[in-house]
Each structure stands twice: as structure tokens, then as C-alpha cells.
């Protein structure tokens, strides 16, 4: 108890996890404001499955379309037979997504912070539907630049979206769940990956077009979309509203020190009075001084 005294604040650092024990929001900061983190209330609300179920599906549009052009390798090579340097072109697919993602997810993760993980979701889950959408349009109208251009788009919300979908999952996942989180999310994720393969070239060789393929990545990125926009906002709880503030107690009013009295000054020694016979002769010598002064005067 005495250590626990002494670090009244342990929460906001790294700490023992019997600190966390029984904990209420708002929580008072060393500052003096009162203010709440709200992730310790979501990753007690049985609504953090629904929004990891929600996010792990959004990730399967990303990873399906990503591998789109190597699964339908051969019916791309023989839908752009006539298109010389087509394996330049192949390449070039994967390479002007992964070239900007090297610095990318920095600057992803800049928006994430300034914008919300909410607003970044869905910004970067368009942007990789608006790619994936001129990838196919293109493909249908024969337009390998297009393509590259589609890709080019893709790539902006990528990897970005990676880093978004992070970021909200640790806002619903707390202490031992969270890396189990992380997991799911992964798995689902990888299974785009592996439907890619199998579903992809079905499609083009069932509905005779490697277009037609394409434009069904578009339609599981327009789903991922809506799971970006579906995430649930649950309504705040009567434990989050600040509680208000201790009054300080009064400080004992003290007695006013009594003014220390000035020192009285020292009367003055009073004067020797003069002797009468030393007065008399003083006036005698006065009234002859006049005399000795002036002779002819006393003549």
C-alpha cells in the first residue's frame, strides 16, 4: 500500500497489471484535468467481436485483389498477346505498388493520428476501391497504362489500411486479447489471399473474360468498404462523465501576530543648573570688560 501511495499516477506508465484492478474512467491526470481514454470501457463491451469480425473482413478485399494479376497470369499474357513487352508490363504491376510503400505506411500513419482511425479506414479502403476499379476498366478496354495506373492507386491504401486497421483494433483490445486479435485479423486476411487463388481463375475461365474477374475484386473491395463504415459506436456509459472535483479544504485561519511594541527612547539626562556665585562673578567680569576696553571713556 505504501508503494501504491506513492505512484498514485501508475496507470498513464508502465506498471503492474493488479493496478488496473477495479478501475473507473474518468481518470484524473497528474495535470489536474479530468479526462478519459475510453479503452479500457470498449474492451469490456461484447461489441469488440462484432468490430473484429468487421475488420478482419475488410482485409480480405486488400489481400484478394492484391494477387489478382498473378493468378490470372496466363489469361492476362493472352488477352494482351499482341501488347509487346507485356512481362515489362506484368512486373511493373507489383512494382508501382510496393516502390511508394516503403515510405507510405510513415505517412499513414501521420493521418491516422491526426484524423482518427475511423476517417482512415474508410479513406484508405476507397482508395484501394477506386484502384482496383480503373484496373478493371482498363483491362476491359485493353489499356495496359491504365492498369499500372490502377495499381498505382491500389497501392496508396495498401499498406496503409494495414496500419489503420491496427490502430483500431488496440483501441477495442486490451492486456491478453489483443495479440489474439491481431492474430484473427491476420488469418482472415490471408484467407482473401487463398480465395484469390482458387476463385479468381474459376471465374475467368467459367465467365470467359479476365475482366470479369477483376470487377469481382471490385465488388468484395465495395464490401470491405461497408465493413469500414459499419465499425459500432456504443453510447458513452453513466461511468465516463466527470465526476466533480474535491473542494480543498479550508486552511485553518491563524491568529494575527501582535505587532511587537516599539522601544521607548531614553529621556535626556537633565542639565546641571548653574551655581548662583559662579553666575554673579561671570556678570561682574561682563560689566567690566567694557571699562578695560575704552580708558578715556571713564574719564
Known sequence: MAQESRHPFRLFGPGKKRLNKNLREPFLSPGG???????????????????LLLLSVLMIGNYYCYDNPAALYSMLAAR??????????????????SLPNIVLPLVGGMIVDRWGVAKSLCLFTLLILLGQAIFAAA???????????GRTFFGLGGENLSV???????????TKELAFALGITLSVARFGSVLNNTLSPWLAARLGSVAAALWVGVAIC????????????????????????????????TEPRPEPKPKPRPEPEPKPKPDPAQVRS?????????????PAQAH
Open 33 to 51: 484535468t479530468v479526462h478519459t481514454t475510453e479503452a479500457i470501457e470498449k474492451s469490456k463491451l461484447p461489441a469488440r467481436w462484432l468490430v
Open 80 to 97: 494482351f498477346s499482341s501488347a509487346e513487352h507485356f512481362d515489362f508490363y506484368f512486373d511493373g504491376l507489383y512494382s508501382v505498388y
Open 139 to 149: 483491362c476491359s478496354a485493353g489499356w495496359l497504362n491504365g492498369m499500372l495506373l
Open 164 to 174: 489503420a486497421q491496427s490502430a483500431f483494433v488496440t483501441q477495442w483490445f486490451q
Open 222 to 253: 465495395a464490401a470491405s468498404l461497408l465493413c469500414a463504415h459499419a465499425h459500432p459506436n456504443p453510447s458513452p456509459s453513466p461511468s465516463r462523465e466527470p465526476e466533480p472535483k474535491p473542494k480543498p479544504k479550508p486552511k485553518p485561519e
Open 282 to 294: 561671570r556678570a561682574r567680569r561682563a560689566r567690566r570688560a567694557p571699562l578695560a576696553r575704552h
